[in-house]
C-alpha cells in the first residue's frame, strides 16, 4: 500500500514538474517572440503581448502605436539601436484571482553614439487562459506602485527586483 502512495505521489510531481516546465518554456518564447517584434518595430506582432490594462493606460491600440513610432523615429534620428534583449528563465509561477502571473528576467543592450548601454529590468507576465497566451508588462516602463493601481489582480507574492541603474560603456 505504502509503495502505491509513493509511486502515485511521484506521478503527481513529476506530472506537475513537467506542467511547469511546459509553462516557463511557453512563458520564454512568447517573451522572445514579444522582444524580437520590439526590435524590429513590428506593432502587430508586438501588441498582442501588451495587457489590454496598459492599453488602456496608453491612451489605446492606435496611440501606443503612434507613441511608438515616434519613439523608434527618435531612435534612428539620434543613432540609438537595440543591439540584443536577453530574457532570462521565468521565476516561480503564483495562480492568484484566476491569473497566472510572474516575473521574467530581461536584459537589454543599446548602442548609441556614446557607446553602449545595459539595462537589466523585469517583466511581469500574466496569463488568464492557464498558461496558453502571456501578456508582459516591463517594469522599466511601467512603475510597480502605478500597476498596482491599473492591475490591482497582481499577486502581492509577487517578488519584483528594484529597478537597476543603466550601465554605460564609453565608445573608445
Not at 10 to 36: E, H, N, P, V, Y
Not at 95 to 108: A, F
Request: proline share 5%.
Amino acid at each position: 500500500m505504502l509503495k502505491k502512495i509513493w509511486v502515485a505521489g511521484l506521478i503527481t510531481l513529476t506530472t506537475f514538474q513537467s506542467f511547469g516546465q511546459d509553462i516557463q518554456t511557453t512563458i520564454k518564447t512568447q517573451a522572445l517572440d514579444m522582444a524580437r517584434a520590439l526590435i524590429r518595430n513590428d506593432f502587430n506582432a508586438f501588441s498582442k503581448y501588451i495587457h489590454p490594462a496598459i492599453l488602456e493606460m496608453a491612451g489605446g491600440r492606435e496611440k501606443l502605436k503612434n507613441d511608438m513610432d515616434s519613439a523608434n523615429s527618435a531612435m534612428k534620428q539620434f543613432g540609438v539601436q537595440f543591439k540584443k534583449i536577453l530574457i532570462g528563465n521565468p521565476g516561480g509561477v503564483i495562480s492568484y484571482q484566476n491569473q497566472l502571473q510572474c516575473v521574467v528576467p530581461e536584459n537589454t543592450d543599446m548602442l548609441t553614439p556614446m557607446g553602449e548601454i545595459n539595462l537589466e529590468t523585469s517583466l511581469i507576465a500574466i496569463s488568464a487562459d492557464q498558461g496558453k497566451n502571456w501578456y508582459f508588462i516591463d517594469t522599466n516602463v511601467y512603475r510597480v506602485d502605478k500597476l498596482k493601481k491599473v492591475l490591482p489582480g497582481l499577486s502581492p507574492g509577487l517578488v519584483i527586483p528594484a529597478q537597476k541603474q543603466p550601465e554605460i560603456t564609453p565608445n573608445r
